[in-house]
Nanobody, 115 residues
Framework: QVQLVESGGGLVQAGGSLRLSCAAS????????MGWYRQAPGKQRELVAS????????NYADSVKGRFTISRDNAKNTLYLQMNSLKPEDTAVYYC????????WGQGTQVTVSL
């Protein structure tokens, strides 16, 4: 089982930027497609960005396209999410996991965007 630890969240004003990181405990991270999810209060968890195992293919939800960039460093077993032009509706707890056959969820990292 892979353990996932998300970090990098915080409080930021609208229009600001944050960079999230997700550290995986085992090297089989690099063999898997990965994704960033978010869950806002009272809403279901949603996939906002995904990346192929080698990093060459990425996909984004329409709500974040052009503002968020997903990337990975397989040598460090780490996934990243660069978030620019943040909006209050981006406020949520952000998690990383593989898109299918999820591993155990980490604790997530809180992102709060104020007006």
């Amino acid at each position: 089982q892979v353990q996932l630890v998300e970090s990098g969240g915080g409080l930021v004003q609208a229009g600001g930027s944050l960079r999230l990181s997700c550290a995986a405990s085992r090297s089989n991270f690099r063999a898997n497609d990965m994704g960033w999810y978010r869950q806002a209060p009272g809403k279901q968890r949603e996939l906002v960005a995904s990346i192929s195992s080698g990093g060459s293919n990425t996909n984004y939800a329409d709500s974040v396209k052009g503002r968020f960039t997903i990337s990975r460093d397989n040598a460090k077993n780490t996934l990243y999410l660069q978030m620019n032009s943040l909006k209050p509706e981006d406020t949520a707890v952000y998690y990383c996991n593989r898109p299918a056959l999820h591993w155990a969820w980490g604790q997530g990292t809180q992102v709060t965007v104020s007006l």
